[in-house]
């Protein structure tokens, strides 16, 4: 039998600098998965984020350097990316979601930060790891 000790220290070192969010709707009881947000921090101080809006293409965005967060920076990045998925729908839910998301990462590009930005939204979002 593993040892319980170890199997947290393993978990530990394979998700180091890892923080990943589900955004969710939840009407009527009901919760439907909208997208994941998944932020990498790496050793040399770049922040990956990989944004997946279900059911289409993950995007990927990253943020260097310093003096601003980077968390908000990684995601406008994919966000941004997200967005030009929709060049032919631009008036649908899932359109409508991307720019959510969008100005999210936006607003906290200046003086808040994205997470908070999504506490001003209908949408949930849950920590899943980090």
């Not at 969710?24 to 947000?37: H, P, Q, R, W």
């Not at 929709?86 to 969008?102: C, K, M, N």
Request: charge should be neutral; charged fraction near 20%; proline fraction near 1%.
């Amino acid at each position: 039998m593993t040892d319980k000790l170890t199997i947290y220290k393993t978990y530990e070192t394979a998700f180091q600098g890892v923080s990943a969010y589900i955004l969710v709707m939840s009407d009527c009881g009901d919760i439907e998965k909208l997208a994941t947000i998944t932020f990498k921090r790496g050793s040399t101080g770049t922040v990956r984020c990989f944004l997946h809006q279900i059911g289409y293409t993950m995007q990927q965005g990253s943020a260097g350097g310093g003096g601003y967060d980077k968390l908000s920076a990684a995601l406008f990045d994919a966000s941004a990316k997200n967005l030009k998925q929709f060049g032919d729908r631009p008036h649908s839910d899932e359109y409508e979601l991307a720019l959510t998301i969008h100005g999210a990462a936006e607003a906290g590009n200046g003086s808040s930060n994205w997470y908070t930005e999504f506490k001003k939204t209908k949408l949930t979002l849950i920590a899943a790891i980090g």
